[in-house]
């Protein structure tokens, strides 16, 4: 009787040890294949990844508003980065934003976000991602996250603000919860400074 909870133990262990080499080799594959490509390296460089919290911006139009009071503060993550080529037909980026559901006993959440630009020309560019307000106030801040950039499908970059390769992969996504720049109140605010967002395909 004694002898079960040991073994148990070590079998915990081995597939934490698995896990952990998993996420290393699926990182470096990512990494490796992207390397591999000298076309698929060159074309991004992502200079800084920054997450800072915004008040939503206020509009004087001809008809006066109802709401009243501070303005709500949104989670924002900005991403600097540069392209070589002279044109990208597409690029994808995927946002990955992990917290401890203060609502939910300190429950992990890991939330997924995507936006896609469209005919991005060589230079510096930005792109962004939200959360709105009442996600941060009632699920608590985000703790970590990651961004990942495609091309026809390949991985030409990362960045991330965990030094563990992939840890993303170790959580269920939530979707829907992440903002693109045109869904907010942000998306007429430095409207020329952020590429054209391919419009989500109609629902059949």
């Keep these: 009787?004694?002898?079960?909870?040991?073994?148990?133990?070590?079998?915990?262990?081995?597939?934490?040890?698995?896990?952990?080499?998993?996420?290393?080799l699926s990182a470096s594959a990512q990494m490796a294949g992207a390397m591999g490509n000298p076309a698929a390296a060159n074309i991004i460089k992502i200079r800084k990844?920054?997450?800072?919290?915004?008040?939503?911006?206020?509009?004087k139009t001809s008809v006066a508003g109802q709401a009243?009071?501070?303005?709500?503060?949104?989670?924002?993550?900005?991403?600097?980065?540069?392209?070589?080529p002279?044109?990208?037909?597409?690029?994808?980026?995927?946002?990955?934003?992990?917290?401890e559901d203060q609502s939910n006993k300190g429950l992990p959440v890991m939330y997924r976000g995507t936006v896609t630009y469209m005919?991005?020309?060589?230079?510096?560019?930005?792109?962004?991602?939200?959360?709105?307000?009442?996600?941060?106030?009632?699920?608590?801040?985000?703790?970590?996250?990651?961004v990942v950039v495609k091309v026809k499908g390949a991985?030409?970059?990362?960045?991330?603000?965990?030094q563990q390769p992939n840890w993303w992969d170790r959580f269920p996504p939530v979707d829907g919860v992440l903002m693109s720049r045109d869904q907010t109140p942000f998306a007429?605010?430095?409207?020329?400074?952020?590429e054209y967002i391919r419009s989500a395909a109609p629902s059949r």
């Excluded at 990844?49 to 509009?59: C, I």
């Design 68 to 84: 009243a009071g501070r303005a709500p503060e949104w989670w924002r993550v900005v991403v600097e980065f540069e392209t070589s």
């Design 155 to 162: 991985v030409v970059a990362m960045e991330s603000s965990a």
């Design 188 to 194: 007429v605010i430095d409207y020329d400074a952020y």
């Design 49 to 59: 990844m920054t997450p800072v919290k915004e008040r939503t911006p206020l509009y």
């Design 119 to 146: 005919n991005v020309a060589k230079g510096r560019h930005m792109s962004d991602m939200f959360l709105h307000p009442s996600t941060v106030v009632r699920r608590g801040l985000v703790k970590q996250i990651a």
């Design 86 to 99: 002279d044109w990208i037909d597409e690029l994808e980026f995927t946002y990955y934003a992990y917290l």
């Design 1 to 24: 009787m004694m002898k079960r909870p040991a073994r148990i133990k070590i079998v915990w262990v081995t597939i934490a040890l698995l896990l952990g080499g998993s996420l290393v």
